[in-house]
């Protein structure tokens, strides 16, 4: 490695475009930056040695140099973004409709494209393996790029001298020279900058002012609050730090918790549905307009029960109430034992719980019963007898009832929508009387039947559906956050401010230099400047 | 200066070597999170339900010991599970003979439509069934039909999602034959 030593004296390290110390140009490392053929000199990184640029040798160097580059760094970005927006063109696989098989599912729904999409991979984006890789080498990116380039800013921020070299002043995007300045003006001018709270300091006479040397530390602040961010993510692949899982849940019914090993059962004692009052003026207006009921609370009254002693899945197990309480939104239900919440997510209102029927003749106009039962959804008999000798078989029945291919089939198990088919048989009927009910709808094959089951009244139940939740990783996600938004507010509203004053032989140079807001720095020369001797700067770049 | 250098390339190393420990963490939990429960080569894991038309609780570890297990979740409201049934059906009694059981796991909420569905098509093949979900939480089901081909020592042969055909489903139990 070859260091290089400048004119003032400062042994700079190999691949620095402008001395540490005085600014010079460093002739052989001109084209690093652009600097050739140019007025102004690039200002970036303070023309600082970046490692990444200088060396090649080693496997690790090249990994590094490979990460170390900004213009890799956003083309990883790049490429995650297009990624991301072609997972999007359509569902991924947790989305299609469960139990159907996504080879065909993609083709049918999609055409050819949708075939391509599924056969490239496409449907499970954001688990496959490429993509993880993608995403984690902008982490990587980040952080060795931030490395290579906060150590050399550091460093030529601290080594930086206040007498600067005669090129690297004239260089500079503002410069100015005045003639027959005195040193009472530059002592004025160094009083005025002082009270404008520039730091300032003297090297035999030239003067450095400077201000918001913190405003450079920005971006790294905000890089550093990036990476927390991707490490509290990466800790949700843990157990012990996140669990999500979700559970429906019926009233009445005892369910097993998910993500318990089997181990904590949960009953939906009652799900409670409280609308806003249409009949009070206060938000009579408002649910007019929305035109629909507007919840104002659901919450599920839960009772809690672990399992007593060992027993495998299927097996009734013994249970015993751990404890009982309300979920609402927002006020989840904790079961400490095992560190999971159980939060108020979704509902479904009126299942069907029970419904009652009553045999009577087809004709009789009062529909005078001649028997009477009671179908329980969750415990339905095959057979009901309803006196005199007649009896409903049930030939079938469909929770969900829907037709497919004129075939009556269900949708699901849930009787959001029941359907039966019973065989009537009776002591006057010669072999049976089909009766096909459906809500709202009577679809009874046969006119010739003498009987008929109608429906007497019937029992609602409603759902709850709740997110099974343990997360100990939000805590890292706001302090990453913050961090990242003192870093952006560091960069965004502190401007670093340089002003070099430099004695000539007749007079006194002056340069300036900012990292944004041209307008800010010459704003604040001119003021100082008026009530001044010395001339205004002149923005060379607008001269060029 | 070659010290320097010498330190840059162990400072490079370490943070590369740490950046590369945590990508390989990243990927090895998210890629291994969906099969974490069962996978192939594992101990299939005992449950006991109730037989459907008959009083009877089937253990898996205990009723079926040195025999092949195919388990086939399924319900009735699922048309491709409807599907395979009569596949089962064709290879059950010749399978059974060679030591190889089939068994139903349904996952319907009433034993009215199992009981309906098994009368009407006939199936000769014992069905259990899960009527809490509890089986179908310790095995996994996302998709059904989902079935688990099981050696006769107990662990997992294979674990196949989706429907299946007639040969695959011959030749999956040929795998799980017992030697005799």
Known sequence: MQRIKCECGHVNPEGTVLCEACGKPIEQNQHIDGNENKKLLNMRYEGSARRSKTYNKSIVDKIWNFFSSVKVGVWLIILTLIASAVGTIFPQEMYIPPGVNPAEHYKDSYGLFGQIYYQLGFHNLFSSWWYMILVASIGVSLVICSIDRVVPLYRALKKQRAKRHDVFIQRQRLFGETKNATSEDIQKLVEQLKKKNYKVTEDNGHYLAEKGRFSRWGPYVNHIGLIIILLAAMLRSLPFMYVEDYVWVREGETKVIPQTEQQYYIKNEDFIFE??????????????????????????????????????????????????????????????????????????????????????????????????????????????????????????????????????????????????????????????????????????????????????????????????????????????????????????????????????KDGVWIAAHTNKNWFGIKKDLEKMLEENNIEMPKDQQQLE | MANKKQKRLIFRTIVLLILLGAVVFALVTNLNNDNEVLEEGQLAKNFELAQIGANNTFNLHDDFKGKGVMLNFWATYCEPCKDEMPYMEQLYPKFKEKGVEILAVSLDSTTLVIENFMKKNNLTFPIVHDKRGEVMDAYNIVPIPTTYFIHPDGTIARIVEGPLTLSNLESYLNEIVPDS
């Open chain 1, 275 to 504: 609308v806003y009052d249409e009949n009070d003026e206060r938000f009579a207006e408002a649910i007019k307009r929305n035109g629909e009921m507007v919840p104002s609370n659901f919450q599920t009254n839960a009772v809690i029960y672990k399992v007593d002693g060992d027993t495998i899945p299927g097996q009734d197990p013994e249970l015993t109430e751990v404890k009982s309480g309300e979920i609402i939104v927002n006020k989840p239900l904790k079961i400490e034992d095992i560190d999971i919440s159980l939060y108020q997510a979704s509902y479904q209102l009126n299942e069907f719980q029970s419904m009652s029927f009553k045999l009577h003749v087809k004709d009789d106009a009062e529909e005078n019963a001649i028997g009477e039962f009671t179908f329980d959804m969750q415990n339905p008999q095959s057979e009901y007898d309803l006196g005199n000798g007649y009896k409903a078989v049930v030939d079938e029945y469909y929770p969900e009832f829907y037709m497919e291919n004129g075939i009556p089939a269900s949708k699901s198990k849930y009787p959001r929508d029941p359907a039966f088919i019973f065989f009537v048989y009776g002591p006057d009927i010669e072999k049976y009387e089909v009766n096909f009910l459906a809500i709202g709808a009577n679809l009874n094959p046969s006119e010739d039947n003498k009987y008929k089951l109608s429906l007497t009244g019937l029992d609602m139940r409603d759902v709850t559906g709740l997110t099974v939740k343990r997360d100990h990783t939000l805590p890292y996600f706001a302090v990453g956050a913050i961090i990242f938004m003192i870093g952006v507010v560091q960069g965004m509203y502190w401007y670093h401010r340089r002003i070099w004053i430099h004695p000539t």
